[in-house]
């Protein structure tokens, strides 16, 4: 590898993690917070392999990723569950809409 394409490659994967911190951090929609939570996972992931062939360790970084796919797999099974429950309950994805709502959602 090119150490350009190491340059692209870290740009890539702090664009992915900084969208996924943006839609988290907006907070507007359930969904949008499921989908930022999963880009910075693959965020965290990229820049994991990367590190990985820079250090010349690709079977270790390999197994970590690995791992990290198995666990954002759970977490985001687990966070649609939620999000579908909040859905029949509320019958909205909007988080604004959910604490107006909410019993003590009122400030």
Same mark, same amino acid.
């Given at each position: ?8 490659? =870290?740009? *890539? ?23 930022? =939570? ?25 197994? *970590?990723?690995?791992? =990290? ?5 759970? *977490? ?32």
């Amino acid at each position: 590898m090119m150490p350009d394409e190491g340059v692209v490659i =870290l740009i *890539v994967a702090g664009a992915l993690f900084a969208i996924g911190l943006f839609s988290l951090m907006a907070r507007c929609n359930l969904i949008k917070m499921v989908m930022g =939570l999963e880009l910075l996972g693959k965020g965290v992931s990229l820049l994991f392999v990367l590190g990985g062939y820079l250090s010349g360790d690709t079977g270790i970084s390999q197994a *970590v990723v690995f791992t =990290l796919i198995a666990i954002e797999a759970v *977490v985001a099974g687990l966070a649609l569950a939620l999000v579908i429950l909040a859905r029949k309950v509320w019958k909205t994805f909007d988080i604004a809409a959910i604490s107006r709502l909410s019993p003590g959602g009122e400030r």
